[in-house]
T-cell receptor
Framework: GAVVSQHPSRVICKSGTSVKIECRSL??????MFWYRQFPKQSLMLMAT?????????EQGVEKDKFLINHASLTLSTLTVTSAHPEDSSFYIC????????????FGPGTRLTVL | AQSVTQLDSQVPVFEEAPVELRCNYS??????LFWYVQYPNQGLQLLLK??????LVKGINGFEAEFNKSQTSFHLRKPSVHISDTAEYFC????????????FGKGTKLSVKP
């Protein structure tokens, strides 16, 4: 149980284009989803927290107009990187917390974004 | 503010040897503590967690960790490692009673050699 999927697993795009990454909780309802980014050989940094049906809460220094987060249902959250640039290249990981298991996050497998 | 320190960035060890990965945290309130493992190009998998109760927590793959409040530590141990344990290990903390907002350590790369 508590499986989280991400799509796509890898994406390469040109500078200036937008990329959408999906995060799905497959066998549970996620009241809260989290988006992290991880640079090579570094830890995960929380970008934003999203609750179903409400606006995401962004961490300090994360541009909300650049990283658009939508959490339209209890099983799906999307992260759209708008007007991507090479410095946005990173490993993006989502996680989800269940209704009852509020203390634990379950992580997706991550999406490797490369902006040329 | 909470913070997590993983003192060792890399830990090389031979197969079947014991291993301890260290984690210390700082927080002014009660905390939940977690260990996650990340295999190359994959997301994080929960190894174990401490929420309350017994300070010795057993997790998957033969790992265990002990919560020591006085030393603000949550070290991860395994008595005998396998090649397949080679991965990055992250310690994380969140404030007790809250949902999410995990603060991660910088990770420890465990390399198990034959």
């Amino acid at each position: 149980g508590a499986v989280v999927s991400q799509h796509p697993s890898r994406v390469i795009c040109k500078s200036g284009t937008s990329v959408k990454i999906e995060c799905r909780s497959l066998d549970f309802q996620a009241t809260t989803m989290f988006w992290y980014r991880q640079f090579p050989k570094q830890s995960l940094m929380l970008m934003a927290t999203s609750n179903e049906g409400s606006k995401a809460t962004y961490e300090q220094g994360v541009e909300k107009d650049k990283f658009l987060i939508n959490h339209a249902s209890l099983t799906l959250s999307t992260l759209t990187v708008t007007s991507a640039h090479p410095e946005d290249s990173s490993f993006y990981i989502c996680s989800a917390a269940t209704r009852t298991g509020r203390d634990t996050q379950y992580f997706g497998p991550g999406t490797r974004l490369t902006v040329l | 503010a909470q913070s997590v320190t993983q003192l060792d960035s890399q830990v090389p060890v031979f197969e079947e040897a014991p291993v301890e990965l260290r984690c210390n945290y700082s927080s002014s309130v009660s905390v939940y503590l977690f260990w996650y493992v990340q295999y190359p190009n994959q997301g994080l998998q929960l190894l174990l967690k401490y929420l309350s109760g017994s300070t010795l927590v057993k997790g998957i793959n033969g790992f265990e960790a002990e919560f020591n409040k006085s030393q603000t530590s949550f070290h991860l141990r395994k008595p005998s490692v396998h090649i397949s344990d080679t991965a990055e290990y992250f310690c994380a903390v969140s404030e007790g009673g809250s949902q999410g907002n995990l603060i991660f350590g910088k990770g420890t790369k465990l390399s198990v050699k034959p």
